[in-house]
């Protein structure tokens, strides 16, 4: 394995493989598996989970990172082919991303989607072109559409709090303020299917996501055995429910348009998770989010703050996978 850049990337095995390797990491700690090695990451958007569970996975393997944060510290980061570099920005990621890597043994990059042609983003457009300047092992820390090492742990989760694989998965669209990028619910919707799972996403008239994603979602459930389907029917995705995985994400008919969608989620308020969404689900159900969350908007604290709730357990287990990746991109 040389880059980590999307889950569908890897066959099923592979995947459970690997997540073999992050349990057994877990249980017997090898502090001097990657002595001498140096992970660069590149945060073009802001990180607490990613940027503090990466750091502590190489470090817990005997290596050390390199963390560079544009305009902190570092020269602010220029990522527009063709721009004109005439305002702020002083460098180009063409020589930063270049250099960067002669100084490490693997790196990691963080570019968000840009929010305002779906087209390019669903193309991942601007990480590949990151992700082409790049000559070492890499990992996507979140691209456009894609947080493998997100769903890597949401899989982890599950199969540590024994989750059946056929069990009934339901992604939630949440509430938020503003339009939130596609890359987590693109890489769960997968994950899930991938896993084998009944995966419902549930989602007000409006934030369907793109047929790409689900074409894609289903591609991994044909495999698996799972099923993918969306539904804005609440009571009948919430019926039966192993996992209420809530996400916020933007309206991908009117993405770019802020207005448009400000006004699509005027009367959306009632789209935070609740003690009452767990009536009819399994008695067992547990709550995710990748978080951060927004209080009170996407997630009531009653359910954050309840025994239904495992977020901190998922953001843990984002070290616990990414040592994983980390130990088969430098060693094998």
């Not at 503003?178 to 549930?202: D, F, K, N």
Request: glycine letters at 6%; hydrophobic letters at 45%.
């Amino acid at each position: 394995m040389n880059r980590f850049l999307d889950l569908a990337d890897f066959p099923r095995e592979q995947v459970k493989d690997l997540l073999g390797l992050a349990a057994r990491l877990q249980q017997h700690p090898q502090p001097q598996a990657l002595a001498g090695k140096v992970l660069g990451l590149l945060f073009l958007n802001p990180s607490l989970r990613t940027l503090a569970s990466f750091q502590s996975a190489i470090m817990r393997l005997g290596g050390t990172a390199v963390v560079i944060t544009p305009g902190q510290g570092t020269w602010q980061m220029e990522t527009r082919s063709g721009a004109i570099m005439n305002g702020a920005a002083a460098e180009h990621v063409r020589e930063a991303v270049p250099v960067l890597a002669s100084y490490c043994d693997a790196i990691g990059i963080r570019m968000f989607a840009e929010g305002r042609n779906l087209a390019a983003d669903l193309a991942e457009t601007g990480f590949k072109m990151m992700a082409d300047l790049c000559d070492k092992p890499l990992v996507n820390m979140e691209s456009a559409v894609s947080h493998p090492c997100q769903a890597l742990a949401d899989w982890h989760t599950m199969d540590e709090l024994r989750v059946p694989e056929r069990g009934k998965f339901v992604l939630s669209w949440a509430n938020h303020p503003r339009a939130l990028p596609l890359a987590v619910p693109s890489s769960t919707v997968h994950m899930a299917a991938q896993r084998g799972m009944e995966v419902v996403v549930l989602r007000p008239d409006g934030f369907a996501l793109p047929d790409q994603i689900m074409e894609k979602a289903r591609q991994a459930a044909k495999a698996s055995g799972g099923s993918v389907r969306e539904t804005n029917d609440r009571s009948e995705a919430l019926d039966g429910a192993h996992v209420i995985y809530a996400k916020e994400w933007g309206s991908p008919q009117h993405y770019g348009d802020n207005e448009a969608e400000t006004r699509l989620r005027e009367y959306l308020s009632d789209w935070c998770v609740k003690d009452n969404w767990f009536r009819t689900t399994d008695p067992n159900c547990h709550f995710m989010h990748c978080l951060p969350v927004r209080r009170n908007v996407a997630v009531a604290d009653e359910v954050l703050d309840g025994p239904r709730s495992v977020v901190i357990r998922e953001a843990f287990n984002r070290m616990v996978v990414q040592m994983a990746v980390l130990y088969r991109l430098l060693r094998g």
